[in-house]
């Protein structure tokens, strides 16, 4: 699946010539490339996005990874690899006995494909980062402020400076102004990283940096993607973008930059929770309080899909129950089971290599999390909008826009793979950038 272009694709998929400009690769996590190719008509006032549609070149639409969710997307975005290569396969880590306090792939140590930040390093580059997910300890960043959190206590805070390059937080933190806490989702969060982005330009000039704008996808969780609240935060990010744009061009006045999303996004009304199904089959045990003492398969949720692992993979009778058990969900018109993937599918789609089975979902629906012995197969989602699905569907598109030297204008490249991306901005720098798993992008 994942190695299917479109031809129009495929026709501007080319070997670039090495240069050596300057890069900065901002992410607007959840943006559509309808709010920006149609901004008039979506109602929206988006300028400095815009301005990428006559001034460089874009993208009709971006055909992402499985699953299309914002950590294996991201680091997808990064490496030119799908998730079964690089090695982040969802949001959350596999946690079955749900030990791990809801924790993510926040640590740059479980990617296991090669990075544009190795690579700028590499190459003599120098390296900067706000907020990118799966970037703790990301050692080739000569500046970075990581993503992570914990409970959004005031110790959050401390972790986080304790996590980023020494003495960083407190060197860009001047008079009053103090870095967001990285469980802050809100805009005016993304409004602070992105003036401590400006900070940080303004102060290193790295030849990468890396920024990461989250509210538009919490706001479209929400509210729903064509929500009034979240066109009032896109808005707000396209001011962001300005300023950035502005900073990075007085720093590098040859430099490049490129707009990214992580995915699209749908609206839903029904959540699906796959762990009550496993609990009736006998899959998943719990005692009286909930919790999970025991299970021999496990769905593993990610928004609009989730992988089934299976605690003895090479068990032939448990992979047939296991099998029997999804088939039944999804007989039931009220999950709205779009496909149930089998090993084999899973491989050619470049996902999670741990999983069994892989269950999409229509999009209206999402996959459940587990929320203890009683959670009822079928229920109201608590939020309006949420991504995940195949890759497969048209409203899974995200977005790519370029503009700088050597970028030329108004272009219009069809849609693109995400994995053609960051061998791309590889090609722009000048470096090299070992395991993405298709060509660059003519210029």
Do not use: C
């Amino acid at each position: 699946m994942m190695n299917r272009l479109s031809l129009a694709a495929a026709l501007v998929l080319a070997p670039v010539a090495a240069q050596a400009e300057p890069v900065l690769l901002i992410s607007i996590d959840g943006l559509r490339p309808v709010d920006v190719i149609n901004a008039d008509e979506q109602g929206l006032k988006v300028p400095n996005l815009r301005r990428f549609l006559k001034e460089g070149s874009y993208a009709s639409g971006v055909r992402g990874v499985l699953p299309t969710i914002t950590y294996p997307s991201h680091t997808t975005l990064l490496t030119g690899a799908s998730p079964a290569r690089h090695g982040i396969v969802g949001n959350t880590t596999f946690d079955p006995t749900q030990i791990n306090q809801g924790g993510w792939f926040w640590y740059a140590s479980d990617t296991k494909a090669d990075t544009l930040w190795e690579a700028a390093a590499r190459a003599g580059r120098t390296t900067g980062n706000v907020h990118w997910p799966v970037s703790v300890g990301a050692s080739a960043v000569r500046w970075n402020l990581p993503q992570i959190w914990r409970t959004g206590h005031a110790d959050d805070a401390k972790l986080l400076t304790a996590l980023s390059t020494p003495g960083l937080v407190g060197e860009l933190e001047h008079g009053d102004s103090h870095y967001a806490a990285g469980i802050d989702e809100s805009i005016t969060g993304d409004e602070n990283r992105g003036d401590f982005a400006i900070k940080l330009i303004e102060a290193h000039k790295p030849d990468f940096t890396t920024v990461y704008l989250t509210a538009l996808d919490h706001e479209q969780h929400a509210e729903g993607p064509d929500s009034a609240p979240s066109k009032v935060v896109l808005e707000r990010i396209d001011a962001i973008v300005g300023k950035l744009i502005a900073a990075q061009m007085k720093a590098h006045p040859d430099t490049v930059i490129a707009v990214a999303s992580d995915h699209g996004f749908a609206s839903i009304d029904t959540e699906v929770n796959l762990f009550r199904a496993f609990i009736d089959a006998g899959l998943i045990a719990v005692n009286a309080t909930g919790k999970v003492t025991g299970w021999q398969a496990m769905p593993w949720p990610s928004g609009g899909s989730a992988a089934i692992v299976l605690a003895n993979p090479d068990d032939a009778a448990l992979t047939a129950r296991v099998a029997a058990v999804l088939e039944a969900v999804k007989a039931d018109p009220m999950t709205k089971v779009e496909a149930i993937l089998d090993r084999a599918a899973i491989v050619r789609a470049g996902a999670n290599p741990q999983a069994s089975f892989y269950v999409t979902f229509r999009p209206g629906a999402t996959a459940g999390s587990y929320k203890g012995a009683a959670t009822p197969l079928i229920s109201v989602p608590a939020y309006k909008g949420t991504h995940g699905y195949s890759p497969d569907l048209p409203e899974m598109r995200s977005t790519f826009l370029l503009m700088g030297k050597g970028i030329k204008r108004g272009r219009n490249l069809g849609e693109i793979d995400m994995r053609a991306i960051a061998p791309t901005l590889a090609a722009i720098m000048g470096v090299t950038l070992n395991d993405a798993e298709v060509a660059p992008i003519a210029r």
